[in-house]
Nanobody
Framework: QVQLVESGGGSVQAGGSLRLSCAAS????????MGWFRQAPGKEREGVAS????????YYADSVKGRFTISQDYHKNTVYLQMNSLKPEDTGMYYC????????????????WGQGTQVTISS
């Protein structure tokens, strides 16, 4: 049973940076995927970034390319989302997610979600 715990959200001004962390407990292997989704008020949840556990293969939504970086510490079973040049439209609840496998920002198989961490960007 994989469990996810996020941390690192907060409030910053536009142009600032935040780093989110997601610690996974339970069994994972190199074919699994982890990633980040976000949901703004009144909008649907959308994929932000994904990464294959145990490799450097990553995928980003067009809206965050060049500004966000997803990375992992395989030995700590932790995934990070470094967010730079933040914009007010990046505001939302950010959720860490796990999938048995993924293709881009589409996750398949066993799915798990973290509790979410709020990110608020002021103009």
């Amino acid at each position: 049973q994989v469990q996810l715990v996020e941390s690192g959200g907060g409030s910053v001004q536009a142009g600032g940076s935040l780093r989110l962390s997601c610690a996974a407990s339970g069994y994972t292997d190199s074919s699994n995927c982890m990633g980040w989704f976000r949901q703004a008020p009144g909008k649907e949840r959308e994929g932000v970034a994904s990464i294959y556990i145990g490799s450097d293969k990553t995928y980003y939504a067009d809206s965050v390319k060049g500004r966000f970086t997803i990375s992992q510490d395989y030995h700590k079973n932790t995934v990070y989302l470094q967010m730079n040049s933040l914009k007010p439209e990046d505001t939302g609840m950010y959720y860490c997610t796990f999938g048995t496998y993924c293709s881009g920002l589409t996750f398949y198989g066993l799915r798990r979600w973290g509790q979410g961490t709020q990110v608020t960007i002021s103009s």
